[in-house]
């Protein structure tokens, strides 16, 4: 049961991400393309990996392991990435595409760059 709430866990930021666009008459590029969905697979069975484990003691636990690998992995990622092949427009696009602490408009702290959606 562990195994799953992780893979819920993991499953979190790309289903905020996908609600939070659902009054946009127009789908985002990166529903388009499988490499999302395998990327997506992937980390969602990282999530329920780690919880697995890290041996999860609540539902609670699991899920917030489920939640935090992925975002730690694909945080990493992002930042080689952007070592590597910065952003075309200069802007700093945090973990899994959404912005970061700070947002690029007015490079002040933001709840909504907190939790990386």
């Given at each position: 049961?562990?195994?799953?709430?992780?893979?819920?866990?993991?499953?979190?930021?790309?289903?905020?991400?996908?609600?939070?666009?659902?009054?946009?008459?127009?789908?985002?590029?990166?529903?388009k393309s499988p490499s999302f969905y395998i990327g997506t697979l992937l980390?969602?069975?990282?999530?329920?990996?780690?919880?697995?484990?890290?041996?999860?003691?609540?539902?609670?636990?699991?899920?917030?392991?489920?939640?935090?690998?992925?975002?730690?992995?694909?945080?990493?990622?992002?930042?080689?990435?952007?070592?590597?092949?910065?952003?075309?427009?200069?802007?700093?696009?945090?973990?899994?595409?959404?912005?970061?602490?700070?947002?690029?408009?007015?490079?002040?702290?933001?709840?909504?760059?907190?939790?990386?959606?």
């Amino acid at each position: 049961m562990t195994f799953m709430y992780g893979l819920i866990g993991g499953l979190i930021p790309d289903a905020i991400r996908i609600i939070n666009n659902r009054y946009n008459p127009v789908l985002p590029e990166y529903l388009k393309s499988p490499s999302f969905y395998i990327g997506t697979l992937l980390l969602v069975v990282l999530g329920g990996g780690s919880a697995y484990l890290l041996q999860a003691d609540s539902v609670v636990d699991a899920l917030a392991m489920g939640y935090s690998a992925p975002q730690i992995v694909s945080s990493v990622l992002q930042q080689k990435a952007n070592l590597i092949a910065p952003p075309v427009d200069g802007g700093d696009t945090g973990t899994r595409g959404g912005p970061t602490l700070f947002e690029t408009e007015t490079k002040k702290p933001s709840m909504r760059g907190w939790w990386g959606m």
